[in-house]
């Protein structure tokens, strides 16, 4: 049982940090790509993504955070 269990929550484990990285990958792609000089200046929009990332990213993360907060508070209230 106790080795069943150990599988079970390493295997989840990798689960969830694979699919972190799936998500930030891209994100870090967009990032990379507006500094590089000779991308940046043949897409010029490119370039002011690089200030708004770090807004982007944490309505992304906190958006879908909040709704699940407030799912779960009111599944804890109801």
């Known amino acids: 049982m106790s080795g069943e269990l ?3 929550l390493f295997s989840f ?3 969830v940090e694979v699919g972190q990285i799936l998500v930030i990958l891209p994100i870090l792609s ?8 000779r991308v940046a ?3 010029p929009g490119l370039g002011r993504l ?3 990332l770090p807004t982007v990213c944490s309505y992304a993360i ?3 955070a909040a709704f699940w907060f407030l799912e779960r508070v009111t599944a804890l209230i109801l």
């Open 41 to 43: 200046h043949r897409f």
């Open 6 to 8: 150990l599988t079970s």
């Open 30 to 37: 967009v990032a990379w790509l507006a500094g590089r000089g």
């Open 50 to 52: 690089r200030p708004a």
């Open 62 to 64: 906190g958006v879908p």
């Open 13 to 15: 484990n990798v689960g």
